[in-house]
């Protein structure tokens, strides 16, 4: 392929993942080259806590993955993210009437001057499609001819000062910033195809610190969330509940653990180094924490609606996904069909990538390949304008 070096960084709580690659637009897919992972330290539930040690992890991932300064792209999540639906509609005074990129980024500009709070800033405008002149149903106004232009869109912001934070935790490290993607965007790049984005599907990302939530429904992205809640959160629960430390806890969700403890014998015993813990209790707290989440998730598409309008059902991602049990009880809890996803469409002798908890980062991959043209290739594909956020935040860190 021809196309020129591409690089990602995942910042995640439990984990920092730096990825290379190339895409191939045309084709759709990406060849991964290299990657470098690292334990994450400084972060909590998505944010940056200590701007050091977070440097320390991206740096370490880094120098594993090979990258050496240059442009990359960084996925954001974390508690603060919120996100909206609106509609812009402007006049365009063009002598022939016809619609420009140019006009189109007019009201892609006119969005992101929606009122938010002083410590705000809008990441994404991802328009949802465009009503010309009255006529309903365009996804790509580019061309076309129209006196008036309304383009409905979906909006995600994030605090300034957490956008902030990841940022230079990243430079600190010799690399600039040229992007910043909401991380359910990116994984969901990279696990579904056009025809599930045209169907309607829910993408769930159940990560380390956050579960992330992304909708779609003919083609358009109709609404994000982040629960500040994920695996973590999981572990933490087992080493409380069992009076053990961190990483034993963890050792032992990886190696027993299930989040359907009916189907596990009340007294049956599991070992960890010298000592014996009941089974069925470590289910039963996975089980709850797991159910907590779900819950948020299914108030959160009631909320819009999703759950009657994603006859696609979920697509679980991410490494919480791969808990035993987690699809069966995502369908109890959520009333819809649930599938697990991969990465898809991944080329290369990086054989790990091709799991879920590699989502997000195989993702940015595809928004680092774009070289700032705001439209995703491919057939179907929903407009995605990154805007001016990077230059925006450095500017304002220049101006304090």
């Not at 499609?129 to 009255?134: A, E, R, T």
């Not at 070992?271 to 924490?289: G, V």
Request: aromatic fraction near 6%; proline fraction near 4%.
């Amino acid at each position: 392929m021809a196309q020129s070096l591409v690089y990602g960084i995942d910042v995640g709580t439990t984990k920092v993942v730096a990825i290379a690659g190339r895409v191939d637009p045309r084709r759709g897919w990406v060849e991964v080259l290299s990657m470098g992972e690292a334990p994450s330290y400084g972060l909590k539930r998505g944010v940056v806590v200590d701007r050091k040690a977070a440097a320390d992890s991206v740096a370490e991932a880094m120098e594993a993955c090979g990258v050496r300064g240059g442009q990359v792209t960084v996925g954001i999540a974390g508690s603060h993210i919120s996100s909206f639906n609106t509609e812009v509609t402007l006049l365009n005074r063009s002598r022939n009437l016809t619609v420009t990129d140019r006009f189109v980024r007019r009201l892609e500009q006119e969005a992101r001057q929606l009122d938010l709070d002083e410590d705000e800033r809008v990441i994404h405008v991802v328009p949802r499609g465009y009503v010309l002149d009255g006529s309903e149903g365009v996804k790509n106004p580019v061309g076309l001819a129209a006196r008036k232009v309304t383009m409905r869109a979906h909006v995600v912001s994030g605090a300034l000062s957490s956008i902030q934070n990841l940022l230079r935790a990243v430079e600190d490290c010799g690399v600039r910033v040229s992007k910043i993607v909401l991380e359910p965007l990116a994984s969901a790049e990279a696990c579904l195809l056009d025809a599930d984005r045209e169907s309607g599907v829910v993408l769930l990302d159940m990560g380390g610190g956050t579960t992330d939530i992304a909708t779609f429904f003919r083609g358009a992205l109709t609404h994000t969330a982040v629960i500040p809640i994920g695996g973590e959160s999981f572990t933490s629960d087992v080493a409380y509940g069992l009076k053990i430390p961190q990483h034993k806890a963890e050792e032992l969700k990886l190696r027993y653990g299930t989040v359907l403890s009916s189907n596990v014998d009340p007294v049956a015993a599991v070992q960890l180094d010298d000592r014996y813990f009941n089974a069925s209790f470590i289910s039963q707290i996975l089980e709850y924490r797991a159910r907590e989440v779900l819950e948020y998730v299914r108030d959160s598409l009631d909320q819009t609606g999703m759950r009657d309008l994603a006859p696609g059902g979920v697509v679980l991602t991410g490494g919480g996904s791969s808990l035993d049990g987690m699809t069966g009880l995502a369908e109890e809890v959520l009333g819809m069909r649930v599938r697990t996803a991969s990465p898809r469409r991944v080329k290369g002798e990086v054989k790990p990538v091709q799991k879920p908890q590699y989502a997000t980062s195989v993702g940015l991959l595809y928004f680092s390949a774009r070289n700032d043209d705001p439209r995703p290739k491919g057939k179907g594909a929903g407009t995605i304008s990154f805007g001016s956020i990077v230059e925006a935040v450095k500017g304002w860190f220049r101006a304090k």
